[in-house]
């Protein structure tokens, strides 16, 4: 009898902790008080056999380029984000049009990305090692978090790979998936929870707007005649618009980029948060962020620079998970411009 009360007990404590861990698989590693929302199948150093030496060669190579142009970090990250916010983390951001309809790549909010010979040199050298085996989608995952952690000489958050490439992308899919700088707090929420991300997510990724470059025609509509009385944005600090304004006269130009977070662009720190308490966001998608009392108090926590990392993290997690294919669906690109034949 009291070998069966023990017997008992043992199932529900290990009920209990499959149902605590979500995913069943023994927890994240990653001691936070928010847990990360599954890993969409997706494994810790998935090519640990397949392809040993992958993870250190992706972070040879992009530690090697972003030591010499440190830009490297926000455009990697960017291009990491815009993958997994068009169907999934599936490498679709990475295709070249082939045929009639465009690929993602060609969508408006894609124009500005860069940095995608990296991922191709990346790629060239990695096939060299283990042809056929790792996906463009885990290259851009790895090479996004590896970018930006080295100046920290340390991985910043976890990646999780088992990824595998799409075959689609298209430009009209990456027109409605990707946030517009102009959304107002509801629809990047609602944007967001179609992706599976909740409202802790949306503010702490968009801390990655710490580092990298806007073009003023992102932002511009704050600063001329907002609402219609000839004035700036009132969600936006008048001095910080004015500055702003001199960097960004009219007529607009097109060409003319600024840093997001000006005393640190390069640096990726939790400064977003500061400045966005002080009405220095630059997107009306930024500003949103202090419109919705349960966002605004996650911003204020986040302005501890502790918190930030940690909750960053986390939503890197979530968002690398966003849609992915594992298994046998998709492929393993052989060129992350093109489909394999
Ligand atoms: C919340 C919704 C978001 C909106 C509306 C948004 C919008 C934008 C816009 C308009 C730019 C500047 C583009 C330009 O003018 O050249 C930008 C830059 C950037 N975004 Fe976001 N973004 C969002 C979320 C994110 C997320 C989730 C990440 C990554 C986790 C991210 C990372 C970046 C980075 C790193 C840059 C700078 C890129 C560079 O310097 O090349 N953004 N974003």
């Given at each position: 009898?009291?070998?069966?009360?023990?017997?008992?007990?043992?199932l529900?404590l290990?009920?209990?902790?499959?149902?605590?861990?979500?995913?069943?698989?023994?927890?994240?590693?990653?001691?936070e008080?928010?847990?990360?929302?599954g890993?969409?199948?997706?494994?810790?150093?998935?090519?640990?056999?397949?392809?040993?030496?992958?993870?250190?060669?992706?972070?040879?190579?992009?530690?090697?380029?972003?030591?010499?142009?440190?830009?490297?970090?926000?455009?990697?990250?960017?291009?990491?984000?815009?993958?997994?916010?068009?169907?999934g983390?599936?490498?679709?951001?990475?295709?070249?049009?082939?045929?009639?309809?465009?690929?993602?790549?060609?969508?408006?909010?894609?124009?500005?990305?860069?940095?995608?010979?990296?991922?191709?040199?990346?790629?060239?050298?990695?096939?060299?090692?283990?042809?056929?085996?790792?996906?463009?989608?885990d290259?851009?995952?790895?090479?996004?978090?590896?970018?930006?952690?080295?100046?920290?000489?340390?991985?910043?958050?976890?990646?999780?790979?088992?990824?595998?490439?799409?075959r689609?992308?298209?430009?009209?899919?990456?027109?409605?998936?990707?946030?517009?700088?102009?959304?107002?707090?509801?629809?990047?929420?609602?944007?967001?929870?179609?992706?599976?991300l909740?409202?802790?997510?949306?503010?702490?990724?968009?801390?990655a707007h710490?580092?990298?470059?806007?073009?003023?025609?992102?932002?511009?509509?704050?600063?001329?005649?907002?609402?219609?009385?000839?004035?700036?944005?009132?969600?936006?600090?008048?001095?910080?618009?004015?500055?702003?304004?001199?960097?960004?006269?009219?007529?607009?130009?097109?060409?003319i980029?600024?840093?997001?977070?000006?005393?640190?662009?390069?640096?990726?720190?939790?400064?977003?948060?500061?400045?966005?308490t002080?009405?220095?966001?630059?997107?009306?998608?930024?500003?949103?962020?202090?419109t919705d009392?349960?966002?605004?108090?996650?911003?204020?926590?986040?302005?501890?620079?502790?918190?930030?990392?940690?909750?960053?993290?986390?939503?890197?997690?979530?968002?690398?998970?966003?849609?992915?294919?594992?298994?046998?669906?998709?492929?393993?690109?052989?060129?992350?411009?093109?489909?394999?034949?």
């Amino acid at each position: 009898m009291k070998s069966w009360f023990y017997f008992l007990l043992f199932l529900y404590l290990i009920i209990v902790s499959v149902i605590v861990d979500g995913d069943g698989d023994g927890g994240d590693g990653d001691d936070e008080d928010r847990p990360t929302k599954g890993r969409g199948g997706l494994e810790r150093n998935f090519y640990r056999t397949s392809c040993p030496k992958a993870e250190s060669l992706i972070r040879d190579i992009t530690w090697n380029r972003v030591k010499n142009d440190a830009n490297l970090g926000a455009r990697l990250l960017r291009i990491h984000y815009h993958d997994c916010f068009v169907k999934g983390c599936d490498g679709s951001i990475l295709l070249d049009t082939a045929g009639n309809e465009k690929s993602e790549k060609e969508a408006r909010s894609n124009l500005s990305l860069l940095g995608f010979e990296i991922i191709d040199e990346i790629k060239t050298e990695v096939e060299k090692e283990c042809p056929g085996v790792v996906s463009c989608a885990d290259i851009v995952a790895l090479a996004a978090r590896d970018t930006v952690s080295y100046p920290f000489q340390k991985s910043m958050w976890d990646v999780f790979t088992g990824r595998r490439d799409g075959r689609i992308s298209l430009e009209s899919d990456a027109n409605v998936h990707l946030p517009s700088p102009f959304a107002n707090f509801t629809s990047l929420l609602q944007l967001f929870a179609s992706k599976n991300l909740d409202i802790n997510d949306l503010v702490a990724l968009s801390g990655a707007h710490t580092i990298g470059v806007a073009h003023c025609g992102s932002f511009s509509r704050r600063l001329y005649n907002f609402t219609g009385k000839g004035d700036i944005d009132p969600s936006l600090d008048p001095i910080y618009g004015e500055q702003l304004k001199k960097i960004c006269p009219l007529p607009i130009n097109g060409a003319i980029t600024l840093d997001m977070d000006p005393q640190s662009s390069l640096s990726f720190d939790n400064d977003y948060f500061n400045m966005l308490t002080k009405k220095k966001g630059l997107f009306i998608s930024d500003a949103a962020l202090l419109t919705d009392r349960r966002s605004a108090r996650i911003v204020r926590q986040l302005q501890s620079p502790k918190s930030f990392f940690r909750a960053f993290a986390i939503s890197m997690i979530n968002m690398g998970a966003i849609e992915v294919l594992t298994g046998t669906n998709g492929e393993i690109r052989k060129n992350c411009r093109v489909v394999n034949p």
